[in-house]
Nanobody, 115 residues
Framework: QVQLVESGGGLVQPGESLRLSCAAS????????MGWYRQAPGQQRELVAT???????NYADSMKGRFTISRNNAKNTLYLQMNSLQPEDTAVYYC?????????WGQGTQVTVSS
C-alpha cells in the first residue's frame, strides 16, 4: 500500500505562485510514476503533470511553461511548482502514484485563485 498526503494549497491572487507537496509513504519502492491531477467544481478530474522514476515528465498543454513537476526521492516527496496562477486554475489538486498493479490517490488540496 502507498499513502499520499498533499499540502501547500491555499488562496492566492492572480499572477502569484504556489508550491504543492505530496509526501509518499508505505511501499514506495513499488511506485513507477507519480503525477498531479486537478478537479474544478462541476468538472471532471484532469491531468496536470506526471513524472516517471526515470525523471521523464509530461504536462497538459495548458500547464506547460507555468507548472513544473519534480520529485525528491530522498524525501519521498513530489512537488508541483505553479506560477502565474489564474482564476481558472482554481481546483482541488490531487497527487497520485502508480505501481504496476494499482493507482493510489491522495485526499487533495484546495487551490483558490481569486482577487
Amino acid at each position: 500500500q502507498v499513502q499520499l498526503v498533499e499540502s501547500g494549497g491555499g488562496l492566492v491572487q492572480p499572477g502569484e505562485s504556489l508550491r504543492l507537496s505530496c509526501a509518499a509513504s508505505g511501499t514506495i519502492f513499488s511506485i513507477v510514476a507519480m503525477g498531479w491531477y486537478r478537479q474544478a467544481p462541476g468538472q471532471q478530474r484532469e491531468l496536470v503533470a506526471t513524472i516517471t522514476n526515470g525523471g521523464s515528465t509530461n504536462y497538459a498543454d495548458s500547464m506547460k511553461g507555468r507548472f513544473t513537476i519534480s520529485r525528491n526521492n530522498a524525501k519521498n516527496t513530489l512537488y508541483l511548482q505553479m506560477n502565474s496562477l489564474q482564476p481558472e486554475d482554481t481546483a482541488v489538486y490531487y497527487c497520485n502514484a502508480g505501481t504496476l498493479s494499482k493507482l493510489y490517490w491522495g485526499q487533495g488540496t484546495q487551490v483558490t485563485v481569486s482577487s
